[in-house]
């Protein structure tokens, strides 16, 4: 890669089907044709031979870029010999929209600009095969690219130049379409941006942070799949959490905990219910895929377990292998999860007299309340099984939240007496000798999670508990007081960057204690580590001042949606 910070140098655009992920200059460095998980096409961000589609002008500099409006339309200006140049990348959205297609914008530039576009199907695996039929190239015998200019094949790459002074455009498909032209593209162009006007029309904010909570909502946007409503953590896989180490995870799929986070910050702005019930419409369908659980901590866009891991031959971002795609997390016993599902039922329930999907919510409290005493993996899916104390909590206020809409007398009194059980063992079990929360029982250490027990309303903020839960976060596993790392139990997380959603669930914690300015100053620390787009990667590295862990990453914009909603309110009751 270009630099060693080449994620924060990333941008994305997207069909709510999948993304391409562009670097400063407009060099696509990753997508995935089709869908959020399928096999990449382009995926130099993990290995320099992965493939790309490139501008091949050394001259070339970034100068800046910036989204069309509220949409997922971007525009990236560059200063090249002679002047600027403008190139706009889209993929078109909505529902009369083609599918499948990455398209490109080229102003008129001041010199000749030659692209190289060098696709590496299925991760690099498959040797990459061209043709020109007449004005198209098409590669893999399926991928065709319809240009404005000449194309060429050198070697293993196809190759066009935008000439000097003349307007260019570029269409990547899927598969065969009639030849486009530009009045074609700018139709596409338009009726795009229109779409994402009218996704941000249901659910708009205004207060403090106002752009940045845009920034977040097109993320969370852009990592919907339009067709099922499910949510995907990220649309990358294999992005280190340690600059060359292992920890390198496909978060290319839907997490209940994840989504149901996503739901809750959404359902609290005020929009209207459609997503948050979209989202139960897809945990629901992924009953009975499952042969543990209710249904699956994490799925598929297709409703099913994910796929076991694989390792690729590939040298990994910065170094960082292996290369994984799939996720052996998918069998874990994940509490938290399942009792993110009944929060984000509550957020629904409390709007309207109706119960979606209430026999599978259900079923998941009843799955709950009989299993809340099991150890299980926690909120980061760790190797070994511990008494986590953040996932014996959140089963409790899940299970209490829920219990008030049950019809049946019997199931609620079942999970309120689950519910007492619970604070019994927490409150007999998970304290440390300080009197803090344990980060499971037994064990003499705190993790970040607990700052969410009073946001969860498991307690008050300014009991003893958390009093010494956060004096023990701030003395042990802060930045300046400023960012925060989570606490891990099979590998040393102080390796990782700062825990960027924890940073923001601690700001949270000192809005609800009222100290409004300690809550800004943490977010503005960790909205410093987003990039010039507004968009979060898993973790922030202070030190180095570089973005690590997958990107987008969808669970730190909700965290920081959060957070904000519950400033204005604290600034404004």
């Known amino acids: 890669m270009e630099s060693d910070d080449a994620i924060r140098d990333l941008a994305m655009i997207g069909d709510r089907r999948t993304v391409a992920l562009l670097n400063r200059r407009g060099d696509i460095l990753w997508y995935c044709p089709g869908r959020f998980d399928s096999p990449s096409l382009f995926a130099s961000l993990l290995d320099p031979g992965g493939g790309s589609w490139r501008l091949d002008v050394a001259e070339a500099r970034p100068l800046r ?9 971007l525009q990236t200006v560059l ?32 010199r000749d600009m030659r692209f190289v576009l060098e696709p590496r199907p299925n991760y690099g695996g498959n040797p990459a095969t061209f043709e020109i039929a007449g004005a198209v190239a098409i590669t893999d015998g399926r991928h065709r690219l319809y240009t404005s200019c000449p194309l060429s094949i050198d070697g293993g790459a196809i190759g066009f130049t935008v000439p000097q002074g003349r307007e260019g455009w570029a269409v990547l498909a899927g598969g065969e379409l009639p030849r486009p032209d530009r009045a074609g593209i700018e139709g596409w162009l338009s009726a795009t941006v229109e779409h994402w006007r009218r996704l941000f029309s249901g659910a708009s904010y205004s207060g403090p942070y106002e752009r940045e909570v845009s920034a977040s909502l097109r993320a969370l946007r852009l990592l919907t ?19 060359g180490g292992s ?4 978060y290319r799929y839907v997490w209940l905990r994840d989504a149901g986070m996503i739901v809750s910050a959404l359902a609290r702005l005020g929009g209207d219910l459609t997503e948050g019930e979209r989202y139960l419409d897809f945990i629901c369908s992924s009953r009975g895929s499952s042969r543990h659980y209710p249904v699956p901590v994490f799925t598929t866009l297709d409703y099913e377990k994910a796929p076991p891991e694989q390792l ?10 292996p290369v994984r795609i799939g996720n052996d997390a998918r069998d874990q016993l994940q509490l938290d999860a399942f009792a993110n599902v009944l929060l984000a039922a509550k957020l ?32 980061w899916e760790e190797p070994v099984t511990r008494q986590y104390t953040a996932g014996k909590v959140v089963a409790a206020c899940g299970l209490d939240s829920l219990a008030g809409f049950s019809p049946d007398p019997e199931q609620a009194a079942r999970w309120r007496a689950a519910v007492r059980d619970i604070r019994a063992f927490v409150a007999e079990n998970c304290l440390t000798s300080r009197g803090a929360y344990a980060v499971y029982a037994g064990s003499e250490e705190v993790d970040v999670s607990a700052a969410l027990f009073p946001v969860w309303a498991y307690t008050a903020p300014d009991t003893p508990e958390m009093l010494a839960t956060m004096a023990a976060l701030e003395h042990e596993w802060s930045w300046n007081g400023l960012l925060y790392w989570r606490r891990l139990e099979c590998s040393d997380s102080r390796k990782e960057g700062a825990f960027l959603a924890g940073t923001f669930w601690v700001a949270q914690y000192w809005i609800m204690r009222g100290e409004v300015e300690r809550a800004r100053g943490i977010l503005d620390a960790a909205l410093a580590c987003a990039n010039d787009l507004g968009l979060f990667a898993e973790e922030g590295d202070p030190e180095a001042g570089r973005m690590l862990g997958n990107f987008p990453q969808a669970f730190v914009h909700s965290a920081f949606i959060g957070a904000v909603i519950d400033l204005k309110a604290a600034l404004d009751p």
């Open 65 to 73: 870029r910036a989204y069309v409006d509220d949409s997922a339309v």
């Open 79 to 110: 200063a090249v010999p002679g002047g600027e140049w403008t190139i706009t990348d889209f993929m078109p959205a909505g529902p009369d929209a083609p599918e499948g297609l990455v398209c490109r914008l080229f102003s008129a530039p001041p």
């Open 225 to 243: 799949h339009e067709k099922t409503g499910g949510i995907v953590a990220a649309a990358t896989a294999s992005l280190p959490e340690i600059a």
């Open 247 to 250: 920890a390198n995870w496909d």
């Open 312 to 321: 690729l031959d590939l040298a990994g971002h910065l170094e960082s292998r």
């Open 348 to 379: 629904i329930y409390q709007r309207t007299e109706r119960r979606p999907h209430w026999d599978t919510v259900a079923a998941i409290a009843d799955f709950l309340a009989a299993h809340w005493h099991e150890p299980d993996h926690g909120i």
